[in-house]
């Protein structure tokens, strides 16, 4: 008999694996930063690449380049996140409805702060401990996130263009006074 075999196994039940593209189950905090920030920074890097190979191709890879996109970020990423939240939300113990809040700005964020139920509960098994490189991840991610949002920033935000002498302003719109 095989030394790697476990309790479950011996009884004759399947060990829980964990299907990302599923309802079933639990996720827990770390694999669902790291599923989520991959999943959009993953995205963003298959859409650079693509048009920067479909833009060259004329109006027919534009519109193919529009299409691909609308999929991706209205249809695939939209669903892969509510799946990834589902299970997150059953991690602590609570049903899938709660994965709503989704569409609330920043107070989905909570999911990346509850910690999941210690052991079983109505949802399952605990999640697979998070090996150090997910949990490496789940740090690098949002710190690289953060750091690409300020670096993104433009500088000269509140300062007035300095326009050379003798130009008019390139609008028509005239400065409102009270």
Known sequence: ???TMTAAALDGAQPPRSRLFSLRGRLGRARYIVYSLGAVAGAFLFMLLAGYGLMLSGSLGRLLYIVVSVLLFYCFLPIFFMLLTVKRAHDFNVGGWLALLLLVPVVNLMFWFIPGTRGENAYGAPPEPASGGIKLAAVILPLLLIGAFVASEDKRTGQK??????????TSLRPYTP
């Open 1 to 3: 008999m095989d030394r």
């Open 161 to 170: 263009k300095d326009l050379p002498a003798g130009s008019q302003p390139s």
